[in-house]
């Protein structure tokens, strides 16, 4: 090959690179209208919360809240309940989520059954599991 060839192929190689490169580095700038939102994870894990820096590396959620099913052992019956996340032995207050592993963001309704729970929990005396 001539060093004409390989200069053009090389420019052309650093210029796709840079092209990559300048496209993964950007970050959205997503805003939400509801008060919150729910994280779907990549394990099948899902959290309701106040979603903070979604076009982040590491946005941050908080006000969380999870879904932790129980099964009654006489009658084999399944329920949900709703955990409201800070009671575990660290205490965590915000959660910092690795933007990798967030397959969905959605919005979740005032008028949905999860914003009714949250809002149960909010009010209960010593806030935590409102059972469905």
Known sequence: MSKTVLKACFL??????????????KTQNLTFTS??????????????????????????LKDVYYVQSQVNKETN????????????????DVMYINSKHIVLIEPVSPDS???????EAKKASPPGQIAK
């Open 12 to 25: 052309l190689l650093l210029s796709a690179v840079i092209l990559i490169n300048s496209g993964c580095s």
């Open 113 to 119: 059954r999860v914003a009714q729970l949250i809002e």
């Open 35 to 60: 008060e919150y939102q729910a994280v779907f994870l990549d394990n099948g894990q899902a959290f309701f919360g106040k979603l903070e820096n979604a076009g982040s590396a590491y946005p941050m």
């Open 77 to 92: 019956q399944a329920t949900s309940i709703l955990i409201k996340r800070g009671k575990e032995w660290h205490g965590p």
